[in-house]
């Protein structure tokens, strides 16, 4: 179960953390009941994110893949932040262990999240663009470990 | 990282000096098989009965009583899937443990439930303890085996086990408890205590690691576990493992003597981590604060994750763990620390320190001042604890 080299970085210097004061976006996904929360915010200017702060409960990879995902969409379109697979995300952090996959999901889910935030504050329905949000729905207690039936 | 501080003591121990000086000669110039007639082999045949009386002396038991296994796993497997099948035969098909069980125990018990066996887990209380009542009020005339761990290995709680013992022997169940994390840390007497099976684990007592033994009380009937040879009286087949068997003896006579001396030393460094840990908002102390083995903290931080924790941990170079290590290969909190009632994302935010004889004083002052630093840090980037502080806030109004 071990960490690669970018997830320890990720998680020990971890990029964009904080909040952003009157974002354009706020997203948040996870269950506490899972162990994991993720927040997002997004400030965006003509399509474009300008920057992006997280907050995370959460694993080393939870930690690190907030980070990375945050990286991957600073400066991006909209456009190329929804396309933000969380195997993209992984790959970014060179792997996961496979019992941390679902982190990566969630922060995938997160940037969704906040990206549909966004269209609502604008008075647009999020769900034709974006889709519905996969999140944790506190289904981890029935001792399997798999918290995120989609992956 | 060139120091590292080592405090997970309930995970495994560093072998000590004399342990390992006294087993080198098994695997170089007195490497015969016990099973064989000359003198190497003699000899080697000699060790392991030594070993053999050392043990049952640690817990006042008679030689015979001992049989050496792989460790303390093996010895569960061993105790409890053997009287289950042997009861079994008379009917009795009724099993009673707890709900704080190490896995070993717990799996054990699923196995046999999966068999057609009917399993009666004891809830503990919010400190973690057995209520011997509870074990009275759960036998009945099907009750083939009673099976409550001495010391548990992540809250440190103690059991009244001296009790349970009494109880089980009234009612002519027999009773078996894994005292994996007691030896070496409790005055264990099996006599006394009214135990009729116990398993022990070396590493956790500074001896090696892949031995461990079970105590059998004599008329107890125990069936083979490993079909074969007529090692350890043709109940476990297989060439002994003589060196780890006399690591373990050495191990435990070394550790047995210096209880009180051990107990002392621990109790005081955990209670200065305890006091000033627990000074940190929102945090909670796991298990009895009085039955507690002593070199057990076990602390949970609401609003942050143990993962983290440990990571952040280990870059100060200091060695704990958020629970079980056997379970963190799973996304689930503890079970330990569910069955005290905690909270799912309270019992994810838990750390356990468990001390040993090799820390100092200069290490608790350190790991002291690691932690808050840590705990702040996560918890400033945690939007748990941010809803914890936005809830504390409009209760104040």
Known sequence: ?151 | MDKIIYVDNAATTAVSDKVLEAMIPYYKEKYGNPSSIYSLGRGAKKAIEQARETVAKCINANPNEIFFTSGGSEADNWAIKSIAFEQAKKGKKHIITSSIEHHAVLHCVESLEKQGFKVTCIKVNEKGMVNPKDIEEAINENTALVSIMYANNEIGTIQPIKEIGEICRKRGVPFHTDAVQAIGNLHVDVVNQNIDMMSISAHKFHGPKGVGALYVKKGMRIKNFIDGGAQERGLRAGTENVAGIVGLSVAMKEACDNIDKKSAKLKKMRDRLIESITKIKRTRINGDLENRLPGNVNISFEGIEGEGLLLLLDMKGICASSGSACTSGSLDPSHVLLAIGLPHEIAHGSLRISLGENNTDEEIDYIIECIPPIIERLRSMSPLWEKIVEKEKEERK
């Open chain 1, 1 to 151: 179960m071990a960490y690669s080299e970018k997830v320890m970085d990720h998680f020990a210097n971890p990029r964009n953390v904080g909040e952003i004061e009157n974002a354009d976006g706020v997203g948040e996904v996870g269950n506490p009941k899972c162990g994991d929360i993720m927040k997002m915010y997004l400030k965006i200017k003509d399509g474009i994110i300008e920057d992006v702060k997280f907050k995370t409960f959460g694993c080393g990879a939870a930690i690190a893949t907030s980070s990375m995902a945050t990286e991957l969409i600073k400066g991006k379109t909209i456009e190329e932040a929804l396309k933000v697979s969380n195997r993209a995300v992984m790959e970014a952090l060179d792997g996961l262990p496979p019992v941390k996959v679902h982190c990566s999901v969630l922060a995938e889910q997160a940037i969704k999240s906040a990206l549909s935030d966004y269209y609502r504050k604008k008075g647009i329905d999020p769900e034709p663009i974006i889709g519905k949000i996969k999140g944790c729905e506190g289904s981890c207690s029935n001792n399997t470990g798999e918290c995120h039936s989609e992956i």
